[in-house]
Structure formats: structure tokens, C-alpha cells
């Protein structure tokens, strides 16, 4: 026997249903977690960056390393890593380019000078219009209100989304969390006013850490007086990672 | 009177069930969303706080001339002033809380100091570097060469 | 010189090495892809009046159920976690496409399949609810959601709404697939995916491969019923698989020519992959055997006159060379777009393991399960129409 729904009655449930519903909904943007109270750090007094001068930059491989150890980077992969670039002549399609494990140990010597060469850290660009952010579907990675692009390792579900829109393929999954990893600018560090490890590590000064909201930061007359590049500038990714010096073959 | 409704009645009820499963989403989502989801941005608020309260390996240079001013103030006048202690040394950052239990590795000179400077094409000019099997004779880099202030 | 790693040639970031998107990123697409073609041929008749297709109507929605309850596992088994698959919709990020996606595959589930299926079988499976025992008695009693009623007024409502569901699926089955291709298509990091075409290329293809499987399945249904296949109905489907492969065709060979004629430059490391590393799969599978080939064969009967009993040989040979090839199609876009560097520099291989969980054993058996899932179906809701006694 069918049961006789009314129109009556389908307006009334459903506006009882509408409005549990809605008074559901309106609970589940409450936080309950108080932010970082008492430490003294304001996010938004901050953004941070990096400067990298190519030509103090001499391939010892101490900021692999050093990375390696402060964040406990598994092996075969890399937050950072050091490229070398030997160019002949005007051929900037071909340079030939190296990286052995990520030039974690250096790189056997080179004697021939009839080449150009040099040697390019690179890490994680910590973009403003990060691709990587834009597609992660549930919010694992994003953008820290003092500008670090950070992972949520306990949120993230191994999609590989984000890696694949990293222009310059500085994530990798993490073999045991199975979990996406990249450089975090050592978050943990510069929020306690130590600079990265890689940085600190970094026997030339090459690499440097930067505020860009700091008016006392070297990085302002950096900018000013160099001749300054990001890489990939046409993928449009507003990269803060500068570099000084860098020639137009690099990748 | 028949009512007019009548012969469409029976699609209330597929609409009933695509609204019970929006409840059931709805509460779903209230249950397990995590508190500080949206605190700053589409994320969890509390991955900033877990990611800042990671353990630092590297204790930094300011930390290490605490300690240690002596050597510090011989670096920052030599050459060596812009390699920072641990750049050598090592991570020493739970050496820093408890020096006795946890002492810096011994830095193995030879293999340390050719990292860096052995000759190579691609290191920039300016840089100091030497062919190593010529340079020294054999003779160790700390026989003639202080680490902490190396120019001779 | 070259760099020591094993599999690896010229230069690569060290991360890009591992191939991050497996066969089973391939075996999505493909299976949505059925799906959309599947449903835009069904229709074809509900839609457009294409009378001649009609009985191939209801195995088309019973296969793009099939293979829409499928296409979920690929992606579950890909992820690092599975567990947290659930987050995509209680927290989706809306700039990402991904995100988006789940929603549109549970809209197009829910709103357009269940619905079109339920609203066009409700008159029987009244019947059997009334008519059958046991377990079978207690589904379609289920089925019906409570309502019995039946009566010939409420049946043109039925037909009346299923025909408003099939106008809004249409768009929807677009968008269901469309977006798979706008995921690769938007990722302005990778040369081979970036480009506007990628999502109507992926459309296209999915409604040939589509429209190539239901019209093999009717085939097949018909050789289990006894029956010989409605050779105007045959006919008619391998008609619309040519045209719609002929548009499929000159959209990906425009989306080539494009590429050598503008060589930007990505093109002398993409041209170097296909010549290389892609030259089975791309030129030879796909180009060649899944594409010239079933196009010459269906141009062939559509020119030449020809039995009945050699069309349906041809629409065979055809119709199974044109799932390889589509299936080809997805693997070069989804593997090829893996296998070069974003430098430019190098390339690297794809380890296809063979009993892993995203290997080549567990593919088989997810392409398996739709066609296990689609016997179900047909039993519990068979597609040919009963001899009604009036």
C-alpha cells in the first residue's frame, strides 16, 4: 500500500531538515586549537626568501648534507640539492648537467677551462602563486601566513597532484609516510631565529636567508645592486628564492 | 477529488534519500573535520604549531661561540669567517644541551678539507683551491694550516 | 656521458627519476572515459530520437554504471592513503580541479545514472518486486523506494523526468570526463599536458571508446541471448563511432602538427620521447593500429557494400582495436608525460612491476571487475524488454 505523501508535509520535513542542517554546517569552521600563544613570533611580521649567489657557490655539497641531517631527508631523495652546469661555447640548448646524489658529496673535479662552469643550489621556491598549492585537493600543502610553503604530512593523501605541478620537481613522496616531502625553508628554525640548515652549513655564505618584511635584511640591497633572477620566471609561480648571477642556460 | 501530485509522488522519495545522505555528509563533516581546519587558510591551523615544534639538529653559530669565544673570535678574524662551526663540525645542537653526553664527531681533516678545496674547473676563480696530491707532499692539511684560521 | 642511475638518460632533477603517476593513473581515464561514451550513446536515442540505437539503450546505462563504480578503486589503490580519501570532500581545496572532481562524479552517479536507471526500469521492477521470491524479492522490493506506483500517468512523468536527467546528463557526462583531461591539461609545469585541447581530446576519445564498447557488448549480448544483433542498430553506432573518431583523430593530429610547427621549447625533447621511448606505444598501438586502422576499416564499410555477416566481422576487428587504441592513448599521455625531465635534459623509464599493488596484475583485474559487475546488473535488471502479456 502506498503511502500518501503530501505536499504539506514534504515542506515541513524538509524545512526541518534545512535547518538542522545549516546550524550543523555553522559548527564545523569553529577552532578549537589556540594559536601559538606566548611564543613571541608573529607570522605576519614575516615573509621569508632566499638569496643564492652562483658565483661564490662551489659545489661542496655541505647543504645537502647538512639538510639531510637536520630534517631527516631518506635517502634518494632530495629537499635540496646542487646542479653543475658545463656549457661549450654558445651552446645553451645542450649544457651537460650533473647532479650525482644530488651533489650531496661534491662533484669529481673538472680540469677542463675551455668550458664555461658553475654550480646551482636549488631547493623549494616557496612561490607566492604556488602551483603546488593551487592544486592540492584537500589542503595538505599551503601557504604559511610569513610566506613558507609547508606540508601537512597527517593531512596529506599521496596523490602526487602537487608534484607533478612543481615546475621544478622539489617534492618527492616520502617513502615511509607515503606522504608528499619538501624543503620547509626549516620552519621549525627560522620561527626561532636560527637560520636554515642549509644556509648555516653553507661554507661561502652562497646560500642566505632572507626577510623580505625586514627593512634591515641584506635582501633589499641584494636586490637592488645585482643582477637578479628566479628560475622558470615564465611559469609565472612569483618564486622568492634569488639568485645572483644566474646564466640564462640554467634549467 | 485525485490528487493532482499523485502520479509524481513517488519522486519525493529518490529526492528524500539524496537528502538524507547530505545530513549524514553534513554530520559527517562536523564530526571529523579537525577543530583548526580554516584557522589561517584552507589547511589545519595546528600543522603550523606541529611543524615549528620539529627538533633542530643544528645549533647554530651564535650557540657554539657561547661556549667556545676563544676559537670563535680566531675564526672571525681568518678566512674561515664566513664557515660557520658546524659547517665542519657537524650538527651539534645536542652537544649544546649536554656537552659531556654528546660530543662533536672528530672531523676527519683530510677528507674535510679537500670537500672543499680540491681544484676544480667549475669552482669560481676567487676561490682558494689546490691540487691536493701536489700541494702538500702527502703531509696532512693541519700540518701547516690552523682550521680555524687557515691562511698561512 | 650519462648519468649512472639505472633506466635514466641525459639529466633529470634528482626527485623526477620515479615515475609518480602508475598504470593505475592510466586505467582512470579510461574508465571514465567508457563511462561518458557509454552514456552519451545511450543518448543518442533518449535525447536526439536516434530510434535505430534503442536497443542498446539500457546496456549502455548498465555499463556506465558498471564502469563508474570502478573508477573510484584505481585512484583509492594509487593513493599513500587511501584512508584519508575522504577528506577530498569534507575539506576540498577549490582551486583544485582534483577536488572539484569528486563532486562531479558523485553528481553525475547519484543525480544522473541512479536516477536515468531507476526512473527507466521502475515499471518492472515494481513487477518483480511483486512477482519474484527470496533475496531477489527483498532488492527489488528495495529498489522501488516504497512507491508502487505504475499507473500509465505515472509513467510518462517517469518519462517526462528521465528525459529532462538524460539533458542534464549530457553536459554532466562532458564534465564528468572533460575534467579528468582539464586535470592533466592545466598543469602548466609539464609540456605534454599543458595545452587547452587536452580536455576535448580526452572527450572525444572517451565517446569512441565509449561507443566502440557498447556496441561490442551488444554484440556479445546478443550472441548469449541466441538472437542475431539489430543490424540497423549496428550499423547505426559503428556510423557515429566513425564520425566521432574522425573528429578524435584530427583534433590529436592537430594537437601534433601544432607542436612541430611552433617547436617551442619543450618540442626537441618531447620529439626525441616519442621517437625513442614512445614509438611503440604512440606511433605503432596507438596511431597506427588503434586509429588508421579501425578508421580505414569502418571508412571501408561505410564506401563499400558488404554483407552482414563481414560488417559484423569488421565492426569486431574494428571495435577492438579502437579499445586498444584509446587505452594507448591514455598510457602515452599520462606515462609519456613522465618519462622527460622538466629541463629538458633527460629522460627516464617505467618500471612496471607485475604483481605490486599498482602493477600489471592488479589492472587486469580492475578491468576485469566491470565486465563482473555488468553481469550482475543484467541479471538483476536484464536489458531486453520482457514479453509483456497484455
Known amino acids: 500500500m502506498e503511502t500518501h505523501v503530501t505536499r504539506r508535509a514534504v515542506l515541513t520535513q524538509g524545512l526541518k531538515l534545512l535547518v538542522l542542517g545549516t546550524a550543523v554546517e555553522g559548527q564545523a569552521g569553529a577552532p578549537k586549537v589556540a594559536p601559538e600563544a606566548g611564543s613571541g613570533y608573529n607570522p605576519r611580521d614575516h615573509l621569508w626568501a632566499m638569496s643564492i649567489d652562483i658565483d661564490r657557490c662551489i659545489g661542496c655539497g655541505n647543504c645537502v648534507r647538512a639538510c639531510e641531517v637536520e630534517n631527516n631527508v631518506p635517502e634518494g631523495y632530495f629537499r635540496t640539492w646542487v646542479e653543475r652546469y658545463e656549457i661549450r661555447g654558445a651552446d645553451y640548448e645542450h649544457p651537460h648537467v650533473t647532479s650525482p646524489d644530488g651533489g650531496k658529496n661534491g662533484f669529481a673535479p673538472s680540469a677542463d677551462r675551455t668550458l664555461k662552469q658553475f654550480f646551482v643550489p636549488k631547493l623549494c621556491n616557496h612561490c607566492l602563486d604556488s602551483p603546488c598549492v593551487q592544486v592540492c585537493p584537500v589542503g595538505a600543502t599551503f601557504d604559511s601566513p610569513d610566506g613558507v610553503v609547508l606540508v601537512d604530512s597527517s593531512y596529506c593523501l599521496g596523490c602526487r597532484y602537487c608534484v607533478q605541478a612543481c615546475p621544478y620537481g622539489c617534492r618527492y613522496i616520502h617513502p615511509e609516510r607515503q606522504t608528499v616531502d619538501k624543503c620547509s625553508l626549516c620552519y621549525h628554525r627560522i620561527t626561532k631565529g636560527l637560520t636554515t640548515a642549509c644556509c648555516e652549513a653553507c661554507p661561502t655564505q652562497a646560500r642566505s636567508l632572507a626577510d623580505l618584511k625586514n627593512e634591515a635584511d641584506p635582501i633589499h640591497e641584494f636586490l637592488r645592486k645585482n643582477k637578479v633572477q628566479v628560475l622558470k620566471p615564465h611559469m609565472a609561480t612569483r618564486s622568492k628564492v634569488y639568485y645572483k648571477d644566474l646564466d640564462g642556460a640554467v634549467r | ?152 | 656521458m650519462h648519468e649512472t642511475i639505472a633506466g635514466v638518460q641525459g639529466f633529470m632533477y634528482p626527485n623526477e627519476v620515479e615515475l609518480q603517476w602508475s598504470i593505475l593513473i592510466v586505467l582512470y581515464p579510461y574508465i571514465t572515459g567508457l563511462v561518458a561514451g557509454a552514456f552519451i550513446l545511450a543518448s543518442l536515442e533518449r535525447v536526439f530520437k536516434v530510434r535505430a540505437v534503442k536497443p542498446t539503450y539500457r546496456l549502455a546505462l548498465l555499463t556506465a554504471l558498471a564502469f563508474l563504480l570502478v573508477a573510484p578503486l584505481p585512484l583509492q589503490l594509487h593513493l599513500g592513503h587511501p584512508e584519508r580519501s575522504l577528506e577530498m570532500y569534507l575539506t576540498p581545496h577549490r582551486s583544485s580541479a582534483m577536488a572539484m572532481f569528486g563532486f562531479v562524479y558523485l553528481w553525475y552517479l547519484m543525480v544522473v545514472l541512479l536516477a536515468e536507471i531507476w526512473l527507466e526500469y521502475r515499471a518492472e521492477i515494481v513487477e518483480w518486486a511483486q512477482r519474484e521470491r527470496g533475496a531477489k524479492r527483498f532488492i527489488y522490493r528495495a529498489l522501488t523506494l516504497g512507491s508502487m506506483n505504475v499507473s500509465p500517468e505515472a509513467r510518462r512523468i517517469d518519462d517526462r523526468v528521465g528525459y529532462v536527467v538524460t539533458l542534464v546528463g549530457i553536459p554532466s557526462a562532458f564534465l564528468l570526463h572533460g575534467y579528468v583531461g582539464f586535470i592533466f591539461g592545466s598543469v602548466k609545469a609539464n609540456a605534454w599536458w599543458s595545452t587547452p585541447l587536452m580536455p576535448i581530446v580526452f572527450l572525444f576519445s572517451a565517446m569512441v571508446s565509449g561507443i566502440a564498447a557498447v556496441m561490442l557488448l551488444y554484440m556479445v549480448q546478443c550472441r548469449m541471448q541466441g538472437k542475431a544483433p539489430s543490424m540497423e542498430c549496428v550499423d547505426t553506432i559503428a556510423k557515429y563511432l566513425f564520425y566521432v573518431f574522425l573528429i578524435d583523430f584530427s583534433l590529436e593530429m592537430l594537437d601534433l602538427v601544432h607542436r612541430i610547427y611552433e617547436a617551442d621549447e619543450s618540442f626537441r625533447s618531447l620529439d626525441f620521447m616519442v621517437h625513442t621511448r614512445l614509438w611503440g606505444s604512440q606511433v605503432v598501438v596507438q596511431i597506427l593500429l588503434g586509429t588508421c586502422a579501425p578508421l580505414a576499416l569502418l571508412a571501408l564499410v561505410q564506401l563499400v557494400h558488404m554483407s552482414e555477416s563481414w560488417r559484423k566481422k569488421l565492426y569486431w576487428i574494428a571495435g577492438v582495436l579502437t579499445l586498444v587504441g584509446i587505452f594507448a592513448m591514455r598510457w602515452n599521455v599520462v606515462i609519456g608525460g613522465q618519462l622527460f625531465s622538466k629541463s629538458y635534459l633527460g629522460y627516464t623509464t617505467y618500471k612496471l612491476q607485475f604483481a605490486a599493488r599498482e602493477g600489471l596484475l592488479t589492472s587486469v583485474g580492475l578491468m576485469l571487475l566491470p565486465f563482473g559487475i555488468l553481469w550482475v546488473l543484467v541479471k538483476l535488471l536484464p536489458p531486453w524488454r520482457e514479453e509483456q502479456a497484455v
Open chain 2, 1 to 152: 477529488m485525485q490528487n493532482p501530485w499523485r502520479n509524481a509522488a513517488h519522486l519525493i522519495r529518490p529526492a528524500l534519500v539524496f537528502v538524507a545522505g547530505l545530513l549524514v555528509f553534513l554530520l559527517l563533516r562536523q564530526a571529523v573535520v579537525p577543530a583548526s581546519f580554516g584557522q589561517y587558510g584552507h589547511y589545519r591551523g595546528a600543522a603550523l604549531v606541529e611543524i615549528r615544534n620539529a627538533p633542530a639538529h643544528f645549533a647554530g653559530e651564535a650557540v657554539c661561540a657561547a661556549c667556545h669565544p676563544g676559537e670563535a673570535a680566531t675564526k672571525a678574524k681568518g678566512k674561515h669567517r664566513t664557515v660557520h662551526c658546524e659547517a665542519c663540525h657537524g650538527a651539534a645542537a645536542s652537544h649544546a644541551e649536554d656537552p659531556e653526553k654528546h660530543k662533536p664527531a672528530r672531523v676527519e681533516i683530510g677528507k674535510l678539507c679537500v670537500r672543499c678545496h680540491e681544484e676544480d674547473a667549475a669552482k669560481p676563480a676567487w676561490f682558494k683551491q689546490v691540487r691536493s696530491r701536489e700541494h702538500s707532499g702527502g703531509a696532512s692539511c693541519e700540518a701547516c694550516h690552523q682550521p680555524h684560521s687557515p691562511q698561512m
